[in-house]
C-alpha cells in the first residue's frame, strides 16, 4: 500500500470534515488515487485500519487540530490534578516528556 495513494487521514481544511464520522476524522480511511479519499468507505478489518493508521500518523505526523485537541486535553489533566503540585502533575510530566522527545528542554 502507498501511502496518500491507497490510503491516509482526512485533510481538516477540506469543507466536508464537519460533517464526516468521528472514525473518518481520527483512522485512515481508503484512498481512490493520489490524495482524493474515498467519499464513503472505511478499512472492513480492524488490524489494517489500525496498522494505516499508524502509518499514517507516522509520515504525515500530527495535524494542527490533533495538536490543538492533545495541548487542550494536557490543560484540562493539569487543572484536574489540583492537589498535587505543578512540576509533579501527570500533564507536566507528559509535557516534559514530549517536548524532550522533540530534541527540546522545558525550563
Known amino acids: 500500500r502507498i501511502h496518500r495513494v491507497h490510503y ?3 485533510d481538516e ?3 466536508s470534515w ?3 464520522s468521528r472514525t473518518r476524522r ?3 480511511v481508503p484512498f ?3 490524495d482524493v479519499p474515498s467519499e464513503t468507505s472505511q478499512f472492513s478489518h ?3 485500519q489500525i496498522g494505516c493508521t499508524w502509518l499514517a500518523y507516522r509520515f504525515d505526523g500530527l495535524r494542527d487540530g490533533d495538536f490543538v485537541r492533545a495541548l487542550a486535553c494536557l490543560c484540562r489533566l493539569q487543572r484536574s490534578e489540583t492537589q498535587t503540585a505543578p512540576r509533579q502533575r ?3 510530566r507528559l509535557y516534559t516528556a514530549w517536548v524532550t522527545a522533540a530534541s527540546g528542554h522545558v525550563r
Open 18 to 20: 464537519q460533517h464526516e
Open 90 to 92: 501527570r500533564a507536566n
Open 26 to 28: 481520527h483512522l485512515a
Open 32 to 34: 481512490v488515487g493520489k
Open 13 to 15: 481544511a477540506e469543507e
Open 46 to 48: 480492524p488490524d489494517i
Open 8 to 10: 491516509g487521514l482526512l
